[in-house]
């Protein structure tokens, strides 16, 4: 610069100190107002239709700050990106010289956009950043005039001046403009790094935003209340989006309704245990969990688990009062259905216990009952033709009474059973028997109601789980009994009914329950089936009934419906269940057969009675001893002592439970020591068939003898198995 003319010298410093204050006004020459002061500077000593400043990217690209010339100078493009041209990129960036384009017409895709702009050509020039804590006015300065180059550090700018005239770079003063790259240099590296620092600014910022964004969503779609309360009032500030699906009730609503959390619990113990978390959560103290049942508009209430926490500061103060309210209805009913599970379990193994109670004397007393038929009707006894019917009339009451009270006992037992898993076994199930088994448990309760009618017709079984069909219908005539009111004379009574019908059209068969009763609400009819749902106190009934029926019908492939008023009922009213089930085939009609005394065998067999009741076993040895001859043992280790002494027997009469050495127990070390008398074995029982019983009874093969049976019953058990063995041994023998 030394070489130009003195006027040359005097522009250039001119220029060079007209930016140089720009650049030391402005800590960042990239906002929009410092870069249009830049570019009116810069104008004012080379002439251009647009300055721009490039920056490369790390993907390839260039960010652009641009100002175009006019009346005013307006900033677009402003930090935007856009491809970089690979010769002016490789020129300026790469050999750190300067790149002039003669006409923009004629170049690519970027050259074209600025043609379009009305920029025909430009000059770039590369700006190197000074060397840190160096004054760019004293670098400039120091620089010798008419020196060919930019000298310093790495580039990081390209400063572009385009002209509206074509090949009008040419003519640009590159030397002033490469000074004036000179000085820029350092304003712009300092404004790059402020520009960095905003941008991870807000990029942070951003990230931020999205973690606050991903954490609402979190805590939206959690499938718990999630909540905040104020510490000083108690009310809500915070409420998630699932509450409001869970709850039916918007989020806003909620915010704005004073006590909205206590009221949303449907049940004063609920209230109670939450304002008491509430209060403990004040004073800074967590509490327990609780469950509570919580209302749901146009829906069923569900039972929560409520957990209430403070949010307590360094400094020991409650600065909030946070908690959860999770959906725990799936878990309690599954809870309840296995304490119910246990309670019908533990009913059975008591029901079990009962039966075998009164199984035996019941046995005695029909066998006794037998005995005394025979005395009355001995040589030794006259009585009068009306004596003789009113003591065959009063001996035959007498052990229809004793059938009664077994079959009770037997139904109670199998409908008292827990229920199987699904696959278990099914049985074909008389419906018609069923109907009066459910009847008979439940006659108590209805007859005080209402009259029982009865309309069964001949169905054919059906395939079930031991017991379960019984459990449904009881459920559905306790149901019924229930849904009539207590009459005030025996008059009102009459005008009520519950009817069951049994009906097949051979592919299907049907029961039906009605009630004459309240019957059920329009609103209610599709509710009555999800569990819990009642609209009994919880003194009667759990709402569990109806639920677990359906799942019965259902599991044996049938279907169960409800309507309500019933059907052609004038007036209106009562409820009707019907229960259609696939057939399983039909059997023959059961026809009662006596059984007489068995044809003697050639010679008396020799009977071992083994029986702990001593008056049932003296009454068996009665009645058996008129064909056999019998002995008895008390006990299973008596009559391995009578075996171990010499005794033999053709056929054991054996109790399956007895105290100490059990039935089975006695069979199984029998029949190691003595083949051939254990086949001679047959079992009695006054606990009916368990899962135990028939295992065992299938791997020994042995007959069964339910208590109380007859003495035919037994004689005719005793001639099939000596006949049997007898068999046997004469093949062997052959």
Not at 501 to 507: A, I, Y
Request: net charge negative.
């Amino acid at each position: 610069m030394l070489d130009a003319p003195a006027s040359e010298r005097s522009c250039r410093l001119v220029a060079l100190n007209a930016v140089l204050t720009v650049v030391a006004r402005h800590s960042n020459l990239l906002l929009p107002r410092p870069f249009e002061e830049l570019a009116g500077s810069v104008c004012r000593f080379a002439p251009f239709h647009v300055l721009a400043v490039l920056f490369p990217e790390p993907e390839g690209e260039l960010l652009a700050y641009a100002a175009f010339r006019g009346e005013t100078l307006s900033a677009a493009p402003f930090g935007a990106r856009m491809p970089a041209p690979a010769a002016l990129f490789r020129r300026v960036f790469g050999e750190g010289k300067a790149f002039s384009c003669e006409s923009t017409r004629a170049g690519d895709a970027l050259d074209g956009m600025g043609a379009a702009e009305g920029c025909l050509s430009y000059v770039a020039l590369p700006v190197r950043s000074a060397p840190p804590g160096a004054d760019p006015g004293a670098s400039v300065a120091a620089r010798a005039p008419g020196s060919a180059g930019v000298t310093g550090g790495p580039v990081i700018a390209a400063l572009v001046l385009g002209y509206a005239e074509q090949a009008g770079a040419a003519a640009a003063p590159v030397a002033l403009l490469e000074e004036l790259a000179d000085a820029l240099g350092a304003g712009l590296d300092r404004s790059l790094r402020v520009v960095a620092g905003e941008r991870e600014a807000a990029e942070r910022l951003l990230r931020i935003r999205e973690l606050e964004e991903q954490h609402r969503n979190l805590l939206d779609n959690a499938p718990l209340i999630i909540f905040r309360l104020d510490p000083e009032t108690g009310e809500l500030s915070f409420l998630n989006r699932h509450a409001e699906r869970l709850l039916g009730v918007p989020v806003a609503e909620a915010l704005r309704t004073p006590g909205f959390l206590a009221e949303a619990h449907a049940d004063p113990e609920g209230v109670m245990c939450f304002e008491d978390a509430v209060a403990r959560a004040k004073l800074g103290a967590p509490s327990s969990s609780y469950e509570a049942r919580l209302r749901r508009r146009g829906g069923d209430a569900i039972t929560a688990r409520g957990t209430v926490y403070p949010l307590v500061s360094d400094r020991g103060r409650v600065v909030a009062i946070e908690g959860v309210l999770a959906d725990v209805s799936t878990e309690h009913a599954a809870r309840t259905r296995l304490i119910q599970v246990d309670r019908l379990s533990t009913l059975g193994t008591l029901a079990a216990g009962v039966a075998h109670e009164i199984n035996n004397p019941a046995a005695f007393i029909l066998l006794g009952l037998d005995m005394l038929d025979r005395l009355l009707r001995g040589p030794n006894v006259r009585m009068e033709g009306a004596a003789a019917s009113s003591a065959s009339e009063l001996l035959q009451e007498l052990r229809d009474s004793i059938k009664r009270i077994v079959d009770i006992v037997r139904d109670l037992k199998l409908f008292a059973s827990p229920p199987q898993p699904e696959g278990s076994r099914r049985t074909l199930t008389d419906a018609n028997r069923t109907v009066e088994s459910a009847l008979s448990l439940t006659r108590g309760q209805i007859i005080e109601r209402a009259q029982i009618v009865k309309n069964l017709s001949e169905v054919p079984p059906v395939l079930m789980e031991d017991g379960r069909l019984g459990q449904v219908i009881v459920n559905l005539l306790v149901n019924a009994a229930q849904a009539i009111p207590k009459p005030s004379s025996k008059l009102e009574a009459r005008d009520q009914t519950v009817t069951v019908e049994t009906r097949s059209d051979g592919e299907t068969v049907e029961i039906v329950v009605s009630d004459t009763g309240a019957g059920i609400a329009e609103e209610n009819l599709p509710r009555i089936w999800a569990p819990f749902f009642t609209t009994k106190g919880p003194e009667v009934g759990t709402g569990l009934g109806l639920s677990i029926s359906r799942e019965i019908i259902e599991r044996a492939g049938g279907t169960i419906a409800a309507e309500s008023p019933v059907p052609g009922s004038d007036p209106p009213g009562g409820a009707r269940f019907v229960i259609s089930l696939p057939a399983a085939g039909r059997t023959e009609a059961a026809t009662p057969s006596v059984s007489p005394v068995p044809r003697l065998v050639s010679k008396r067999a020799r009977v071992l009675v083994v029986e702990d009741e001593a008056s049932l076993a003296r009454a068996l040895s009665e009645q058996l001893g008129r064909v056999h001859q019998v002995s008895i043992a008390p006990s299973a280790d008596a009559a391995m002592g009578m075996l171990a002494g010499g005794q033999r027997f053709d056929v054991v009469l054996c109790d399956l439970r007895m105290p100490g050495m059990s039935g089975d127990v006695f069979y199984t070390r029998l029949r190691e020591s003595d083949p051939a008398l254990a086949q001679g074995f047959i079992f009695m029982t006054g606990v009916g068939f368990g899962a135990d019983v028939e295992r065992f009874l299938a791997s020994s093969g042995r007959p069964l003898l339910e208590k109380p049976f007859s003495a035919e019953d037994a004689l005719s058990a005793i001639a099939e198995v000596v006949s049997s063995n007898r068999a046997a041994a004469r093949g062997a023998g052959a």
